[in-house]
C-alpha cells in the first residue's frame, strides 16, 4: 500500500501536471470504485484543479465550488499518466480522468477492489475521511510521545493506526522500527523516554530520506515503480535476508495477509519473536534464538 512516502511524491507529480488544468470529464469503469453519492461526479466535469492535498494515506484533488476527489488506492491501486488526454492504459484500469492537461488512469492489480473514490465538499467533507493521526514531520516530540501512548499497543500496531499516526503503513514501520532498534512488539506504554525519543527521531529520520529516494528515483518524471518492497530497505521484505547492520538473517512475524521484519539481534535482544501460526505448529522446535537458526 503506498504510504506517506509514496502519496506526498505521487502529489508532487499531480501538481506539475493538473494543478490549474480543466477537468474534462471522469470516467469510472468499475461501480466498485465509487462510494459517495453526493456531490456527484458530474459535478466536476468542466472544473478547474484547484490544489492537492494528503489526507493520510489519501490523495485529494480539490476543485472549483471546493469538491474534492479522494483517492484511496489501498494494497494494488496506483495511478498513471499520459500526456495524451483520453488514451486509457489497459483493460485493468479502474477509472479515467482526462484533463485539459492529459489523463490519469487508476489500475488496480487483483479481484478485491479495495481502491476508493470519494466525492466531498469542503473541509468538513475532507475532515470526515481523515483518520485523524499525528504528521510526524510537522509534530513535536511531545505530540509524538502523546499519541503513542494514547493506547497500550505494540510498536508495529501504534505506528501503523491511522487514528494515531498519519500515512505510516507496514513497510515503513518495519525500517522504522530497525532504525530506531526497537522490537515491534514492545509496548508503547512500556517505552522509557529515550527510548520513545529515538523512535521519533527514527521516524522523522526514515521517512524523510525515503521521500528523498523516492524524488530522486521519479527525477521530475511520473512514479510508474510504486511498490512497498523497495531496493534499499533494510529489513522490509527481506526474510532471510543479512541485516545490513549485523548480517544476521531477517526474521517475520506474519499474521494474516501482512507480515513483520525486523533483526532479532538489532531489535530484540537475539531473540526470535513467536510467529503465532507457525510457532504453535511446531510448538519445541521453535527457535528461541538466533544461535538456534544461524
Known sequence: MPELPD????????????????????????????????????????????????????????????????????????????????????????????????????????????????????????????PG????????????????????????????????????GNAYSDEILHHARLSPVALSQKLTADDSRRLFESTCAVLRDWIERLRAEASGGFPEKVTAFREGMAVHGRFKQPCPVCGMPVQRIRYASNETNYCARCQAGGKVLADRSLSRLLGADWPRSIEEIA
Open 133 to 168: 493521526g499525528v504528521e510526524v514531520l510537522d509534530c513535536t516530540f511531545d505530540e509524538f510521545d502523546a499519541a503513542l501512548r494514547r493506547e497500550n499497543h505494540t510498536l508495529k500496531r501504534a505506528l501503523t493506526d491511522p487514528h494515531l499516526f498519519s500515512g505510516i
Open 7 to 130: 502519496i506526498l511524491v505521487y502529489i508532487e507529480a499531480l501538481e506539475s501536471r493538473i494543478a490549474g488544468a480543466r477537468i474534462v470529464s471522469v470516467d469510472l469503469k468499475s461501480p466498485f470504485l465509487l462510494r459517495t453519492a453526493k456531490p456527484p461526479v458530474s459535478e466536476v466535469k468542466g472544473a478547474t484543479v484547484q490544489q492537492l492535498r494528503r489526507i493520510g494515506k489519501r490523495i485529494a484533488i480539490g476543485c472549483d465550488k471546493d469538491i474534492w476527489l479522494v483517492l484511496h488506492l489501498m494494497i494494488a491501486g496506483r495511478l498513471h499518466w499520459n500526456r495524451k488526454s483520453g488514451k486509457v492504459l489497459a483493460s485493468i484500469t479502474f477509472s479515467t480522468g482526462t484533463f485539459s492537461t492529459g489523463t490519469l488512469n487508476l489500475t488496480e492489480a487483483g479481484s478485491q477492489h479495495r481502491a476508493s473514490l470519494h466525492l466531498v465538499a469542503g473541509e468538513e467533507g475532507l475532515k470526515s475521511l481523515d
